[in-house]
């Protein structure tokens, strides 16, 4: 085992008296991001990182138990343990809480209504822990379930981050496997405000219904697997066919 | 052991071919349902579980690792593992999202303005998973933050499962607790369907707001922990000064 790998975790203050099994959860995590283990990789089984890592079996499997929680890391039963793709199915919607009533969950598709460079809002560079006056990329788009715009959606992001975004040919549906194949910034997690607001005469025309009716407005701040705030979005929801749903427990 | 517990698991068609460690889940929430381990209560040891259950100690861990991410039961470091209590602030909190903007979460007052015994309409029958024009008891009340309503909720409650809580002297705030001490209900998971609507009159008087005002409704159902659809629950939230917090990840 290389040493260094743990003594440098430990020399950084915010990881001081963590248990040992957290220290290895954030090694792993660390390994992951800077691709060591890239999305959908195969990692060694528990001995051989029990081994590498100096430490017991035990401490390496409540790390990845722990990481297998939070959807870092899968495993596949008799096979073994792969660090988490956004490809899946489960994982596009795992962040996508929008469902017509009475269906199933379904993946909406998406219209890109533009691309803009921008200097980053107050709301905009405090959400995204930004310079004041930093520099942003802006995305519009509108989201489409059965036939029907039923999202309309402002995205944000740091431009030092996602610089080369703006020369892309293509910008695909599903942005956030599009994050982690592209910029290696794998979402861990997001985190939703909700609100109810009436639809401003923009709204009504971006989502073909009348000014005044209610939506929920739905503003998250997304953070990568490496702590960065990544992404800003502000959503404007249809919610007469629609709802958004919470599981909890 | 006694064979007879997973025989009589076995025997039940939904828990044919299951992993082993998902039997012993099985098994360990049907202890906790029937009160053979009580809210707040210590379990065995590891090593002990796996003698009386006779399966390996790695089989009972997998066991209580996944009820403990289901928060059915904590971790002590160093002491133990106890069955979850719904009195922690943190499990207070986990079922209640609404939060005043720029505050830290805290948990409402309630005012109690009704307790009634209904038929209930097809809507609830439905989710409480009742048979049609069973009796339901019905409360209504107002949740207080900030010295203020921020929603007007009502609650139904299955007669079959609740019968006796017509004739309590007092009804307290904290509901899940009160199921979970007084009637063996443990709440396991809620289901919030969001969508966003406009303040009817009865919506502005409850809440001293103004008629059409955007609200949040949301209707909840409850499950327990041995699968009951134990309530179902209706609130119109005010989102002008409050958000509905989601995080993902």
Same mark, same amino acid.
Request: aromatic share 8%; charged share 25%; net charge neutral.
């Given at each position: 085992?290389?040493?260094?790998?743990?003594?440098?975790?430990?020399?950084?203050?915010?990881?001081?008296?963590?248990?040992?099994?957290?220290?290895?959860?954030?090694?792993?995590?660390?390994?992951?991001?800077?691709?060591?283990?890239?999305?959908?990789?195969?990692?060694?089984?528990?001995?051989?990182?029990?081994?590498?890592?100096?430490?017991?079996?035990?401490?390496?499997?409540?790390?990845?138990?722990?990481?297998?929680?939070?959807?870092?890391?899968?495993?596949?039963?008799?096979?073994?343990?792969?660090?988490?793709?956004?490809?899946?199915?489960?994982?596009?919607?795992?962040?996508?809480?929008?469902?017509?009533?009475?269906?199933?969950?379904?993946?909406?598709?998406?219209?890109?209504?533009?691309?803009?460079?921008?200097? #980053? !809002? +107050? @709301?905009? =560079? &405090?959400? /995204?822990?930004?310079?004041?006056?930093?520099?942003?990329?802006?995305? *519009? $788009?509108?989201?489409?379930?059965?036939?029907?715009?039923?999202?309309?959606?402002?995205?944000?992001?740091?431009?030092?981050?996602?610089?080369?975004?703006?020369?892309?040919?293509?910008?695909?549906?599903?942005?956030?496997?599009?994050?982690?194949?592209?910029?290696?910034?794998?979402?861990?997690?997001?985190?939703?405000?909700?609100?109810?607001?009436? #639809? !401003? +005469? @923009?709204? =009504? &025309?971006? /989502?073909?219904?009348?000014?005044?009716?209610?939506?929920?407005?739905? *503003? $998250?701040?997304?953070?990568?697997?490496?702590?960065?705030?990544?992404?800003?979005?502000?959503?404007?929801?249809?919610?007469?066919?629609?709802?958004?749903?919470?599981?909890?427990?």
């Amino acid at each position: 085992m290389n040493k260094n790998r743990f003594d440098n975790k430990l020399s950084h203050p915010g990881l001081a008296f963590q248990p040992l099994y957290k220290q290895v959860e954030e090694h792993v995590t660390q390994l992951i991001v800077e691709q060591r283990w890239k999305p959908g990789e195969m990692l060694p089984n528990e001995f051989q990182l029990a081994s590498e890592l100096n430490v017991s079996q035990g401490t390496v499997r409540k790390a990845l138990n722990s990481l297998t929680a939070a959807k870092i890391l899968n495993r596949k039963q008799g096979i073994g343990t792969f660090v988490s793709e956004h490809t899946g199915h489960h994982s596009l919607y795992r962040f996508f809480p929008l469902i017509a009533d009475g269906k199933t969950p379904e993946l909406p598709k998406a219209e890109l209504l533009s691309v803009e460079t921008h200097v #980053a !809002t +107050k @709301q905009v =560079a &405090e959400a /995204l822990e930004l310079a004041p006056k930093a520099k942003v990329i802006v995305l *519009t $788009r509108r989201r489409i379930l059965n036939d029907e715009f039923c999202i309309a959606e402002t995205i944000f992001l740091p431009h030092k981050y996602f610089a080369i975004l703006e020369k892309q040919p293509e910008i695909p549906h599903t942005l956030y496997h599009f994050y982690q194949t592209q910029f290696n910034l794998t979402v861990r997690d997001t985190r939703d405000s909700i609100k109810a607001v009436l #639809a !401003t +005469k @923009q709204d =009504a &025309e971006m /989502l073909g219904i009348n000014e005044g009716e209610p939506l929920l407005e739905v *503003t $998250r701040v997304t953070h990568s697997l490496d702590n960065k705030a990544i992404e800003f979005r502000l959503s404007r929801c249809r919610s007469d066919k629609y709802h958004y749903l919470v599981e909890l427990g």
